[in-house]
């Protein structure tokens, strides 16, 4: 294929001007992220995709002479997206040849968690912990009651508005405590599965089967990734955004995670923005690391050692095996 050559400018999702360079209409890899010199393949009015190594660069080309660049159209502007070279989004959900992903322009906005927001664990039918674990947030249950939180040698409140344990740096509610907590864990509980059914009704998704569910190795920016089967991490996976993207991972399967391996993030992303709704189970290995909301239908397992910083939200029970969960910053 012949290689066309075109000036062009680039500027952030913010308008600001980054540089000027040269764009090439060939398939192959960005070669200097640094000093922005990109190559891409076909490069067409709309969205191409760029990349180096796990880097990912979504361009939008917002005006051109021509369907095709070619050589010496002068100015050209254009919408950059990229990961670890700047910020945003593009406009369309593309793969990168190597697997790692890469989304579009139709970033979702965040899920509302409501009053279940308040909660580091949140359960319809109990919490059990094997000793010790350590959870940095309230935990609480609804409709069941304290006898429900099992394994942490709770002490209630003189009020009996709460209890506290030692393995718990927060509160512990049930549905059987004193009034109000038994309307505001029915509240907390409501705003929970409204939240699920918000995750889970979002369409359009960015991403449809992405790896068919093998998200080892994978670098996921912002987006709706969607997958009708099971989710497996058997190795690290990387989450790279800025602090204000959003992640929605929407599952009609299972989620598990293999022993040691961790969720990385990077470029700014926060969990508190990282959302997975899953209809089925999720399990996290051994040592592993977790980061994000956990909107959950049934229950949440986290093994021996597991970590996570981020909130459980579980429609039936979540089991600590000497884990530690801890609530991101709201």
């Not at 600001?16 to 076909?42: D, F, P, Y």
Request: net charge positive; charged share 10%.
């Amino acid at each position: 294929m012949a290689n066309h050559l075109a000036h062009a400018k680039l500027r952030t999702t913010a308008g600001a001007i980054v540089t000027s360079g040269t764009v090439k209409t060939v398939r192959a890899s960005v070669r200097q992220c640094a000093s922005r010199r990109w190559e891409g393949a076909n490069l067409r009015k709309g969205s191409t995709a760029l990349q180096k190594g796990n880097h990912i660069v979504n361009l939008i080309v917002q005006r051109s002479g021509s369907q095709r660049l070619r050589p010496h159209l002068g100015l050209l502007m254009f919408a950059l997206a990229i990961t670890g070279c700047g910020g945003g989004v593009g406009s369309t959900a593309q793969e990168s040849s190597d697997g790692r992903a890469f989304a579009g322009s139709n970033a979702p906005l965040p899920v509302s968690l409501g009053t279940a927001g308040t909660f580091a664990i949140l359960t319809k039918t109990g919490i059990s912990t094997v000793p010790s674990s350590s959870v940095t947030g309230d935990i609480g249950v609804s409709p069941a009651a304290a006898t429900y939180l099992t394994g942490f040698s709770l002490v209630a409140d003189p009020t009996n508005l709460f209890s506290r344990s030692p393995q718990v740096v927060g509160k512990a509610y049930a549905a059987n405590y004193a009034v109000p907590t038994p309307a505001n864990m029915t509240t907390a509980v409501s705003d929970m599965q409204t939240a699920y059914s918000d995750a889970a009704g979002r369409i359009h998704p960015n991403f449809l089967e992405l790896h068919t569910g093998n998200l080892g190795g994978l670098t996921l920016v912002p987006g709706l990734y969607k997958w009708t089967s099971s989710m497996t991490m058997p190795t690290t996976v990387t989450i790279s955004g800025r602090a204000t993207d959003v992640w929605i991972f929407q599952t009609s399967g299972n989620v598990t995670m293999a022993s040691a391996v961790r969720i990385n993030l990077s470029g700014g992303a926060r969990a508190k923005n990282i959302f997975w709704q899953v209809a089925g189970n999720v399990a996290l290995g051994t040592t592993s690391h977790f980061e994000g909301i956990l909107l959950c239908k049934t229950d949440v397992t986290l093994k021996t050692g597991a970590t996570m910083n981020g909130r459980i939200l579980s429609q039936t029970a979540v089991a600590l095996q000497q884990a530690t969960v801890t609530q991101p910053p709201r």
